[in-house]
T-cell receptor
Framework: AQSVTQLGSHVSVSEGALVLLRCNYS??????LFWYVQYPNQGLQLLLK??????LVKGINGFEAEFKKSETSFHLTKPSAHMSDAAEYFC????????????FGTGTRLLVSP | AAGVIQSPRHLIKEKRETATLKCYPI?????VYWYQQGPGQDPQFLIS???????DKGSIPDRFSAQQFSDYHSELNMSSLELGDSALYFC?????????????FGSGTRLTVV
């Protein structure tokens, strides 16, 4: 069965600093990989996804993630944090076979200080 | 652009009552997914439908049932509500069950059971 591990339930950065949110997956076959962002009392918004091809994926709001098969990782980064980036971030995977049910990590809350 | 519409946005019910949540997918999307997100928790997959047939089933209690109608909207019926059913319920839709597209989430229905 697939699983996703997000290291760090909370990550704090200063405005302008690098953002790094970690995600590792466990799957016998590399799955499809996603990052979602959730603002308070709102739905889940897709930041970016990896399905095939280029392993460095660029998403919205200046975020990007790199799929590293050898490390079974899909870490999310942003060069310079903005106050508006403060939110909950979920890494998710879906199987490459069968229907694309998402399995989520436990989430990382990003705190951005001035 | 049209999004996934969920209704109602908020719902308060008493224990042992019944609740019905509705989801209207993006036009031409034929696949619907339901997720439950408890307070401070990651979203958990409940059930999905493709072309009006159940396509996958997750950790959905027997007290819950769901269906997808001819116009592709879906309803989640929850009976004998318990306090632990209080959560944010998300619906998502995708075009076909083709893997890797990711899908669009609605803003959710917040159910509070008192």
């Amino acid at each position: 069965a697939q699983s996703v591990t997000q290291l760090g339930s909370h990550v704090s950065v200063s405005e302008g600093a690098l953002v790094l949110l970690r995600c590792n997956y466990s799957s016998s076959v590399p799955p499809y990989l996603f990052w979602y962002v959730q603002y308070p009392n709102q739905g889940l918004q897709l930041l970016l996804k990896y399905t095939t091809g280029a392993t460095l994926v660029k998403g919205i709001n200046g975020f990007e993630a790199e799929f590293k098969k050898s490390e079974t990782s899909f870490h999310l980064t942003k060069p310079s944090a903005h106050m508006s980036d403060a939110a909950e971030y979920f890494c998710a995977v879906s199987d490459r076979t069968g229907f694309q049910k998402l399995v989520f990590g436990t989430g990382t809350r990003l705190l951005v200080s001035p | 652009a049209a999004g996934v519409i969920q209704s109602p946005r908020h719902l308060i019910k008493e224990k042992r009552e019944t609740a019905t949540l509705k989801c209207y997918p993006i036009p031409r999307h034929d696949t619907v997914y339901w997720y439950q997100q408890g307070p401070g928790q990651d979203p958990q997959f409940l059930i999905s439908f493709y072309e009006k047939m159940q396509s996958d089933k997750g950790s959905i209690p027997d007290r819950f049932s769901a269906q997808q109608f001819s116009d592709y909207h879906s309803e989640l019926n929850m009976s004998s509500l318990e306090l632990g059913d209080s959560a944010l319920y998300f619906c998502a839709s995708s075009e076909g069950h083709t893997k890797g597209y990711g899908y669009t989430f609605g803003s959710g229905t917040r159910l509070t059971v008192v």
